[in-house]
């Protein structure tokens, strides 16, 4: 508890492709954290890679709210975000957050100063959740790359309920098809371990493919759907 | 036995009628008294009011009476701060002596560059508020301390941001406290009454802003002119309408604030001319910053809102420029200045502060153990 330091041994966001600081941790648990961004609007993407301390999770949701109740302030005859320049207290009044599945952590190790890349990234909870108060991080697209290297991140997120959990799906597999640049081989084996953990849930993984397929608006062929064992008969052999 | 609601629909049912023929008095009772207040030359209202001997508190014009003065919202182009504050008060029943004030604070500056500041800064107190621990007497002087805090704070930011207008939320003048008969709180008030000379130094015009005011000061003057004994007899100023009057042609006038006579006499963005409130004499309110403070009535569109002022405003010909935004305020907050809606939100304790306050008390090992009605209102299920 009295390491202020966010992560051991990441320097604070500076060079391009490091990570970028976002906001601190308001709420934690074992299978997903809260943070509150430091700067209005300032929140992470749509199945975004972010780490607060050792523990990364992928965003499923975003918000802005008020302190209070939230009306209407500004006239029909306003540029759009004209309100925030009439009313300069509404970027202290109101905030965002977001919140991320908890799908990895990075291994603990003796040596404090060991940055991530040379730490073991293990698909499941952390001994504990990430605390209060300390910094998340959108992850650097190195991060990202080691991260979706192997898919095994999608069997939590299958675990997560009350939550968009698909959408997630799509857009984090649509992130790393895109931080590959493109690379369709990496793409397949993803679905092929989703088409597994879908076994029996034909229409949803269709519809997920699909999705994948219209969010990365790649004009190659989509994906040839895995076969053989121990995919049921027809699971991913859908034309998209 | 829950409360009973069909009981009181039954009694409003009954009663409507009488509430209805009251509402259409007053809004008589308004014209009547629009009509004394024009009808009435500046130096017989003066004079009048100088010279009645009533422990009444009543409006002595200091600008002329019939001067009213128009105004428009102000370009976005000023610097604003507020305070406001609440408290959580020592609490017998809990066993917890000790209290905490938090005050609410508010800058926003309008223009090219917006930006605003906005945060609250609670204080825990552990000195008993009055010697002898009398709980009735508390509450003023909690009162008194809260005032003394918001306007500390107050000064503090007008100065930090340079403001154009510090706000606070209520009177400027708490007369309520003012005239208490309490020394302590008068020391307290007088320590207010230096701090509020601080921003006559500073340049900052200070206001207190009153929506819906139920004070009386110039319809008690507008009664003591329409009053048929003080114009008949000639001891009549020393005994018109000291009491509330039953005659005819004063009794509907009891039924009428300020708010209501000028809701009827100002326009839209208009304000009243500025009073200065007669103190009786040799009372408390007839020396101090009091005689230096004065009072007017803003037309928003929304409702007619008193605004309390050290009269310094009216002579380094600031009033135009707070009256300007004001109103700039009252229709940016639709109704009621934003920066004290946003002052009074950054103050406000919700329960689950108040909770939070008695549980550091009791992990401090400073709360005494709860009276036995504490105890029974927690043995049922109930708050204490």
Same mark, same amino acid.
């Given at each position: 508890? %009295?390491?202020?330091?966010?992560?051991?041994?990441?320097?604070?966001?500076?060079?391009?492709?490091?990570?970028?600081?976002?906001?601190? =941790?308001?709420?934690?648990?074992?299978? &997903?954290? %809260?943070?509150?961004?430091?700067?209005?609007?300032?929140?992470?993407?749509?199945?975004?890679?972010?780490?607060?301390?050792?523990?990364?999770?992928?965003?499923?949701?975003?918000?802005?709210?008020?302190?209070?109740?939230?009306?209407?302030?500004?006239?029909?005859?306003?540029?759009?975000?004209? =309100?925030?320049?009439?009313?300069?207290?509404?970027?202290?009044?109101? #905030?965002?957050?977001?919140?991320?599945?908890?799908?990895?952590?990075?291994?603990?190790?003796?040596?404090?100063? %060991?940055?991530?890349? &040379?730490?073991?990234?293990?698909?499941?909870?952390?001994?504990?959740?990430? #605390?209060?108060?300390?910094?998340?991080?959108?992850?650097?697209?190195?991060?990202?790359?080691?991260?979706?290297?192997?898919?095994?991140?999608?069997?939590?997120?299958?675990?997560?309920?009350?939550?968009?959990?698909?959408?997630?799906?799509?857009?984090?597999?649509?992130?790393?098809?895109?931080?590959?640049?493109?690379?369709?081989?990496?793409?397949? #084996?993803? %679905?092929?371990?989703?088409?597994?953990?879908?076994?029996?849930?034909?229409?949803?993984?269709?519809?997920?493919?699909?999705?994948?397929?219209?969010?990365?608006?790649?004009?190659?062929?989509?994906?040839?759907?895995?076969?053989?064992?121990?995919?049921?008969?027809?699971?991913?052999?859908? #034309?998209? | 036995?829950?409360?009973?609601?069909?009981?009181?629909?039954?009694?409003?049912?009954?009663?409507?009628?009488?509430?209805?023929?009251?509402?259409?008095?007053?809004?008589?009772?308004?014209? *009547?008294?629009?009509?004394?207040?024009?009808?009435?030359?500046?130096?017989?209202?003066?004079?009048?009011?100088?010279?009645?001997?009533?422990?009444?508190?009543?409006?002595?014009?200091?600008?002329?009476?019939?001067? +009213?003065?128009?105004?428009?919202?102000? !370009?976005?182009?000023?610097?604003?701060?507020?305070?406001?504050?609440? +408290?959580?008060?020592?609490?017998?029943?809990?066993?917890?002596?000790?209290?905490?004030?938090?005050?609410?604070?508010?800058?926003?500056?309008?223009?090219?560059?917006?930006?605003?500041?906005?945060?609250?800064?609670?204080?825990?107190?552990?000195?008993?508020?009055?010697?002898?621990?009398?709980?009735?007497?508390?509450?003023?002087?909690?009162?008194?301390?809260? !005032?003394?805090?918001?306007?500390?704070?107050?000064?503090?930011?007008?100065?930090?941001?340079?403001?154009?207008? !510090?706000?606070?939320?209520?009177?400027?003048?708490?007369?309520?406290?003012?005239?208490?008969?309490?020394?302590?709180?008068?020391?307290?008030? *007088?320590?207010?009454?230096?701090?509020?000379?601080?921003?006559?130094?500073?340049?900052?015009?200070?206001?207190?802003?009153?929506?819906?005011?139920?004070?009386?000061?110039?319809?008690?003057?507008?009664?003591?002119?329409?009053?048929?004994?003080?114009?008949?007899?000639?001891?009549?100023?020393?005994?018109?309408?000291?009491?509330?009057?039953?005659?005819?042609?004063?009794?509907?006038?009891?039924?009428? *604030?300020?708010?209501?006579?000028?809701?009827?006499?100002?326009?839209?963005?208009?304000?009243?001319?500025?009073?200065?409130?007669?103190?009786?004499?040799?009372?408390?309110?007839?020396?101090?910053?009091?005689?230096?403070?004065?009072?007017?009535?803003? !037309?928003?569109?929304?409702?007619?809102?008193?605004?309390?002022?050290?009269?310094?405003?009216?002579?380094?010909?600031?009033? *135009?420029?707070?009256?300007?935004?004001?109103?700039?305020?009252?229709?940016?907050?639709?109704?009621?200045?934003?920066?004290?809606?946003?002052?009074?939100? +950054?103050?406000?304790?919700?329960?689950?502060?108040?909770?939070?306050?008695?549980?550091?008390?009791?992990?401090?090992?400073?709360?005494?153990?709860?009276?036995?009605?504490?105890?029974?209102?927690?043995?049922?299920?109930?708050?204490?």
């Amino acid at each position: 508890m %009295t390491d202020p330091v966010p992560f051991p041994g990441v320097p604070p966001p500076g060079p391009p492709g490091g990570r970028t600081l976002l906001g601190e =941790v308001i709420g934690a648990s074992y299978g &997903a954290f %809260t943070a509150e961004s430091y700067n209005l609007h300032d929140t992470p993407p749509l199945g975004g890679l972010v780490v607060a301390q050792d523990v990364l999770g992928l965003v499923y949701d975003a918000k802005t709210e008020g302190l209070g109740p939230v009306s209407a302030k500004g006239a029909a005859g306003d540029a759009d975000g004209e =309100v925030y320049r009439i009313h300069p207290d509404l970027n202290r009044t109101l #905030r965002s957050q977001f919140s991320a599945l908890v799908v990895a952590h990075y291994a603990w190790t003796a040596a404090k100063e %060991t940055p991530p890349e &040379a730490r073991r990234l293990v698909y499941t909870y952390p001994d504990a959740p990430p #605390r209060l108060h300390y910094k998340a991080w959108l992850c650097a697209d190195a991060e990202l790359l080691r991260f979706t290297e192997r898919p095994n991140y999608l069997r939590l997120l299958m675990q997560a309920t009350d939550c968009p959990v698909d959408e997630v799906i799509i857009h984090v597999l649509a992130r790393a098809y895109t931080v590959r640049g493109g690379d369709r081989a990496h793409l397949l #084996r993803s %679905t092929e371990l989703l088409g597994r953990l879908l076994k029996g849930q034909y229409d949803r993984l269709v519809a997920i493919l699909e999705t994948v397929e219209a969010l990365i608006g790649d004009d190659e062929a989509p994906p040839p759907a895995p076969a053989g064992p121990p995919l049921a008969p027809g699971v991913g052999q859908v #034309r998209v | 036995m829950p409360y009973d609601h069909m009981e009181i629909a039954r009694q409003i049912a009954a009663t409507l009628a009488a509430a209805q023929a009251a509402q259409v008095g007053r809004a008589d009772a308004a014209r *009547d008294a629009a009509e004394i207040y024009l009808g009435t030359a500046h130096a017989a209202w003066h004079d009048a009011v100088a010279a009645v001997r009533s422990k009444r508190l009543m409006g002595l014009p200091h600008t002329p009476l019939h001067e +009213f003065v128009p105004g428009q919202p102000a !370009a976005p182009d000023y610097t604003v701060v507020a305070t406001d504050s609440s +408290f959580v008060s020592p609490d017998k029943h809990r066993g917890a002596h000790c209290y905490l004030i938090n005050v609410g604070r508010v800058m926003v500056h309008y223009g090219e560059e917006p930006e605003a500041e906005l945060d609250s800064t609670p204080t825990h107190y552990i000195d008993p508020l009055v010697a002898g621990e009398d709980w009735m007497a508390s509450g003023r002087h909690l009162q008194a301390k809260c !005032a003394l805090q918001e306007l500390a704070e107050l000064q503090r930011w007008a100065e930090r941001f340079r403001a154009d207008v !510090a706000l606070l939320d209520g009177s400027l003048m708490q007369l309520g406290l003012a005239l208490a008969p309490d020394p302590e709180v008068h020391t307290l008030m *007088d320590a207010y009454g230096a701090l509020l000379a601080e921003f006559e130094r500073l340049r900052v015009p200070v206001v207190g802003y009153i929506s819906k005011p139920a004070s009386q000061a110039v319809m008690h003057a507008a009664r003591l002119l329409a009053c048929r004994v003080a114009a008949e007899t000639p001891a009549g100023l020393a005994a018109a309408c000291e009491q509330r009057c039953t005659r005819a042609e004063c009794a509907d006038l009891w039924s009428l *604030d300020d708010g209501g006579l000028f809701w009827e006499l100002l326009e839209n963005g208009y304000r009243s001319p500025v009073f200065q409130m007669r103190f009786p004499p040799g009372g408390r309110g007839a020396s101090g910053f009091w005689t230096h403070t004065g009072f007017c009535y803003l !037309a928003t569109p929304y409702e007619v809102a008193r605004l309390e002022f050290p009269l310094w405003i009216v002579e380094a010909g600031l009033l *135009d420029r707070v009256q300007r935004i004001l109103l700039s305020q009252c229709a940016l907050g639709e109704g009621y200045p934003k920066v004290l809606t946003l002052a009074h939100n +950054f103050a406000v304790l919700r329960s689950e502060d108040r909770e939070s306050y008695f549980f550091l008390l009791e992990r401090a090992g400073l709360i005494q153990p709860p009276s036995e009605k504490a105890r029974g209102k927690r043995a049922t299920g109930g708050r204490i």
